[in-house]
């Protein structure tokens, strides 16, 4: 099982940015996938997760911000950051469970004010 995070930068205050997360070896469709962040200096967090019935849930901080979407053909996850404050600087890691946890290596977003 590999997965691929791909889309992160550097953007100021108020920019977007697209994440992407491409699997192979699993599929999305069926099993519970999740995006996280790590700030530097503090613990991973959840930021959205797609549900293996297909529901997608936010933390607070996510809603209305940001939207994961998934493409079953391509089997790969998106996550559309739209608003972004320097708060929302970190890695953003994929991941993927099925039996156990599958992480995928991180894309470092920054965000400037």
């Known amino acids: 099982v590999q997965l691929q995070a791909s889309g992160g930068g550097a953007v100021q205050t108020g920019g977007s940015l697209r994440l992407s997360c491409a699997a192979t070896?699993?599929?999305?469709?069926?099993?519970?996938m999740g995006w996280y962040r790590q700030a530097p200096g503090k613990a991973r967090e959840l930021v959205a997760q797609?549900?293996?019935?297909?529901?997608?849930n936010y933390k607070d901080f996510a809603k209305g911000r940001f939207t994961l979407t998934h493409d079953d053909a391509q089997n790969t996850v998106h996550l559309q950051m739209n608003s972004l404050n320097p708060e929302d600087t970190g890695v953003y890691y994929c991941?993927?469970?099925?039996?156990?946890?599958?992480w995928g290596q991180g894309t470092q977003v920054t965000v400037s004010s």
């Open positions: 991941s993927v469970i099925r039996g156990q946890v599958y």
């Open positions: 797609l549900t293996s019935a297909g529901n997608t």
């Open positions: 070896g699993i599929l999305f469709s069926g099993n519970f």
